[in-house]
Antibody, heavy 117, light 110 residues
Framework: EVQLVESGGGLVQPGGSLRLSCAAS????????MSWVRQAPGKGLEWVSI???????YYADSVKGRFTISRDNSKNTLFFQMNSLRAEDTAVFYC???????????WGQGTLVTVSS | QSVLTQPPSVSAAPGRTVTISCSGS????????VSWYQQLPGTAPKVLIY???ERPSGIPDRFSGSKSGTSATLGITGLQTGDEADYYC???????????FGGGTKLTVL
């Protein structure tokens, strides 16, 4: 059974950093396209990043240069390093396994990131 | 302002049929497959339709998808109260090299 479990969210001050984790089971992260999608409170879905099975990465303009997607193959875990956080980054962050870029097959339960002083 | 355009809300009575539209452009819907996601209140999104019109196992055939040109449509027949949710369309955008979503449509089953 495929499972994705996010962790690492919490309250952080503007300008601070946070690292999200997404522990996967039932499949191999390094063989998959994996994405991060966020949802601000009361708002719609916003794609933020993807890592290809080959290691290539893409980012939304809103987070480029501040956020980094990566994976640890030995732990079968996806990560999202978020630096220089802003109030507008406040959202639930979901990790997802993709069939191909733009097609999410499985979603985690999400982890809430709140950026506030 | 979302790249893909969806109606903010639709409503219909139980047992009826509803359609939700998703309009884009040649760089996204016009040249890539479309997926549809259902988000029940307080839960993570779930895929309903992928590759424009394919249903994952476990998704009832009351849900269907279609695409024509730069627009896509989600259809739901035999509406149930449990279908009340937010529905999102999504696809890859070849121009921006990123995924784009619609703003979401809230379905109310009266």
């Amino acid at each position: 059974e495929v499972q994705l479990v996010e962790s690492g969210g919490g309250l952080v001050q503007p300008g601070g950093s946070l690292r999200l984790s997404c522990a996967a089971s039932g499949f191999t992260v390094s063989d998959s396209y994996m994405s991060w999608v966020r949802q601000a409170p009361g708002k719609g879905l916003e794609w933020v990043s993807i890592i290809y099975s080959g290691g290539g990465t893409y980012y939304a303009d809103s987070v480029k240069g501040r956020f980094t997607i990566s994976r640890d193959n030995s732990k079968n875990t996806l990560f999202f390093q978020m630096n220089s956080l802003r109030a507008e980054d406040t959202a639930v962050f979901y990790c997802a396994r993709d069939r191909y870029p733009g097609s999410h097959v499985y979603w985690g339960q999400g982890t809430l990131v709140t950026v506030s002083s | 302002q979302s790249v893909l355009t969806q109606p903010p809300s639709v409503s219909a009575a139980p047992g009826r049929t509803v359609t939700i539209s998703c309009s884009g452009s040649s760089s996204n819907i016009g040249s890539n497959y479309v997926s549809w996601y259902q988000q029940l209140p307080g839960t993570a999104p779930k895929v309903l339709i992928y590759d424009n019109n394919e249903r994952p196992s476990g998704i009832p055939d009351r849900f269907s998808g279609s695409k024509s040109g730069t627009s896509a449509t989600l259809g739901i027949t035999g509406l149930q109260t449990g279908d009340e949710a937010d529905y999102y369309c999504g696809t890859w955008d070849s121009l921006s090299d990123g995924e784009v979503f619609g703003g979401g449509t809230k379905l109310t089953v009266l």
